[in-house]
């Protein structure tokens, strides 16, 4: 035993004598039996225990952010933009509806009159009219004035005979029809306007348009359009007539 513990003295000694002596001797190799010893003595670098999963921290690149821990900020990507079909302002291709029927254009009126003009609001429809034909809308514009609205489904000189024939009518019973409206507010001192409505004007109606002077007449072209409901409609005013080319 004690031959033993002097030999360990011995190797301690030896160890610490080598480490002293610096790099130039730290190669030196150590006696038998002493490495296994030496090596509770010796100094290693510590190495810290990676978790796996678990990437090392990298330092920033040039112009890259850090977060006040100290790590980096990977730059998100962003994802490719996609087209929402809901997208509002997205335009959207529209096609031409294949008919339209007048009761149909007819009840859209009854209910969106306003659509031709802004302020104008129906109310009255299908009014008999003595050798005329029934006036297909009476409404009211925004300055109490009376107006006749008619419309046809198809290209036709007749609806120009049949509003101006209701516009008679009107202006030679006005009593009548100050007291059928009492309860609307109607201007009956001024003369009742005049909508003609249709998908086309003819030539023909456009060269006899052309010399009217009186009544006031507008003229509105409707588009029908297929949309995901149903069948939605496009009106477009005409501007006024200087000739038979104008629209």
């Not at 002097?6 to 610490?16: A, C, D, H, M, P």
């Not at 190495?47 to 990437?55: I, M, R």
């Not at 456009?206 to 507008?218: D, L, M, V």
Request: with cysteine; hydrophobic share 40%; glycine share 8%.
């Amino acid at each position: 035993m004690y031959s033993e513990s002097r030999n360990t003295e011995q190797g301690l000694t030896e160890v610490e004598a080598s480490q002293s002596e610096g790099s130039g001797r730290s190669g030196r190799r150590l006696g038998r039996g002493l490495e296994d010893v030496s090596d509770a003595f010796l100094s290693y670098p510590v190495v810290e225990a990676v978790q796996p999963g678990v990437s090392e921290p990298q330092a920033p690149m040039p112009g890259q952010p850090a977060d006040p821990a100290g790590e980096t900020v990977q730059p998100e990507v962003p994802e490719p933009a996609q087209a929402d079909p809901g997208e509002p302002g997205r335009p959207v291709v529209l096609k031409p509806c294949s008919s339209l029927k007048r009761e149909q254009l007819l009840s859209l009126l009854k209910r969106e009159a306003a659509a031709l003009e802004e302020g104008l609001k129906t109310i009255d429809a299908d009014i008999p009219c003595d050798g005329c034909g029934a006036i297909d809308l009476f409404a009211v514009d925004p300055a109490s004035r009376l107006t006749i609205i008619d419309l046809d489904v198809s290209p036709s000189e007749m609806l120009l005979l049949r509003g101006i024939g209701h516009y008679d009518w009107a202006v030679r019973n006005v009593a009548s029809l100050e007291r059928m409206y009492r309860g609307h507010v109607i201007n009956f001192s001024q003369t009742p306007r005049l909508f003609l409505v249709a998908p086309q004007f003819s030539f023909l109606f456009r060269c006899a348009a052309r010399q009217i002077t009186s009544p006031q007449i507008r003229w509105f072209r409707y588009h029908p359009v297929a949309v995901a409901e149903g069948t939605g409609v496009l009106f477009e005013a005409v501007p006024g007539l200087r000739s038979a080319y104008d629209f």
